[in-house]
């Protein structure tokens, strides 16, 4: 009998996407110009409650152009966290800038704490500029991840970037659609507390357009100047049009039309889709709650507070009590055909990033080493939870 195969995180596309796509093909507007990609840019920022946002060919491409924007560049540092995905942190290098690594707190999302004593600590305020010590480099900013869907403490990180002066970017590239539900920003949705805001539309993310990315900001110089650098700086007077003229060097980094056309159609989806992933996470907790009384096996929480996407389930495994190691429990899994897979490997300890300066790393060495994160689609049936659930118990 074939193995029943449960993915991770697999796309949920309506075929009525195919209409538009039709459209994109017989009009001929499958590139970086045609009326899908306003109408997808339009949607977001209404959706995200801002005036504006600017679609980017990938969340990396947009997170590229940002960090340029708040004025990063060559021989400046940037604060970044340790555990996430890489593509937060490569656009630090892109730049010629250098990152110093941060820990996470239980959220998994960057250490308030932490952030304030490394600039209170290690770095001195020189006018207005804040000096690293060891490294003589100026920072100039911070990139929070909101991991998984979760939100980082922004309130306590907006005011340590303001007692610093530094720029805040938040890498919200898995966090479409959690917003804060009470305190200073009660209302914000993820990416738009910050100076700028990057979503990411890959396959895995909560909704895709194959690959693709959106920058947001409450600031309207920032995205005019992203709508600018992402095609190739060009100058937009009609007659700077018809000759080509390049005010710098710019990047093609626009988002196609193709890519639009499914991004308008996934949009009117999101929010059925985070409702299915909060009723999994609900059938997860139910069906794990003996191990997680027991301390063997918890499914990670969203923070108080937050109207969560909760876009990733991270279970954390004590392999001493559970009497399994996380990796154990992974290969078990797979080969039973649910995919699931662990938490990225540390930033700092990946070969280009391994003579980084990092800070005080612990809580995110444990969570690397303990987590494991389950499927999570927005196609996935809870019949189909309660057997991951009955496979991790069945050791
Ligand atoms: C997916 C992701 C990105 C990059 O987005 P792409 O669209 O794949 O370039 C960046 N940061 C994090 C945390 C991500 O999960």
């Known amino acids: 009998m074939e193995k029943k195969q449960i993915p991770l995180s697999v796309p949920n596309l309506d075929i009525e996407i195919v209409d538009n796509l039709r459209e994109c093909i017989e009009t001929g507007w499958v590139s970086t110009g ?197 095609i190739t700086a060009k100058k937009t007077s009609a007659e700077e049009m018809l000759f080509f003229v390049h005010g710098e060097v710019g990047y093609n980094y626009r988002m196609l039309n193709l890519q639009a056309a499914l991004g308008v159609s996934q949009m009117d989806q999101l929010e059925q889709f985070i409702e299915t992933k909060k009723m999994n996470y609900r059938v997860y907790q139910e069906q794990l709650k003996d191990l997680a009384e027991d301390g063997l096996v918890s499914l990670l929480p969203f923070r108080e507070g937050i109207r969560a996407n909760h876009w990733f389930y991270s279970l954390y495994i004590d392999d001493k009590r559970f009497g399994e190691s996380r990796d154990e429990l992974m290969h078990r899994l797979i080969e039973n055909g649910i995919q699931c897979r662990p938490v990225w490997k540390l930033i700092h300890t990946l070969e280009p990033y391994k003579d980084a300066q990092h800070y005080k790393i612990d809580k995110a060495i444990d969570y690397a080493d303990h987590i494991l994160n389950v499927p999570c689609s927005t196609n996935l049936m809870a019949d189909e939870v309660r057997h991951v659930c009955q496979m991790i118990k069945n050791k």
């Open 34 to 230: 045609g009326r899908f990609i306003a109408e997808f840019e339009q949607k977001m920022a209404s959706y995200v409650g801002i005036k504006d946002a600017v679609s980017a060919q990938s969340g990396t491409a947009g997170l590229h152009v940002a960090l340029r924007i708040l004025g990063v560049s060559a021989g400046d540092e940037v604060l970044v966290p340790t555990l996430t995905f890489v593509a937060g942190v490569n656009p630090v290098k892109y730049l010629g800038a250098e990152p110093v690594f941060m820990d996470c707190d239980d959220s998994l999302c960057m250490d308030p704490e932490k952030l304030e004593s490394f600039c209170a600590e290690e770095c001195a305020l020189e006018g207005n500029q804040l000096i690293n010590k060891v490294t003589g480099r100026t920072v100039k900013a911070i990139v929070v991840v909101h991991i998984f869907g979760n939100l980082a403490q922004m309130e306590r990180i907006m005011a340590i970037a303001a007692q610093y002066n530094l720029k805040v970017l938040e890498d919200a590239t898995e966090a479409l659609g959690s917003y804060y539900a009470e305190g200073k920003y009660q209302g914000y949705f993820s990416g738009t507390v910050a100076d700028m805001g990057v979503y990411s539309f890959n396959a895995n993310k909560i909704i895709t357009t194959g690959g693709g990315g959106m920058i947001v900001s409450r600031n309207q110089e920032y995205l005019d100047e992203a709508r600018y650098l992402t």
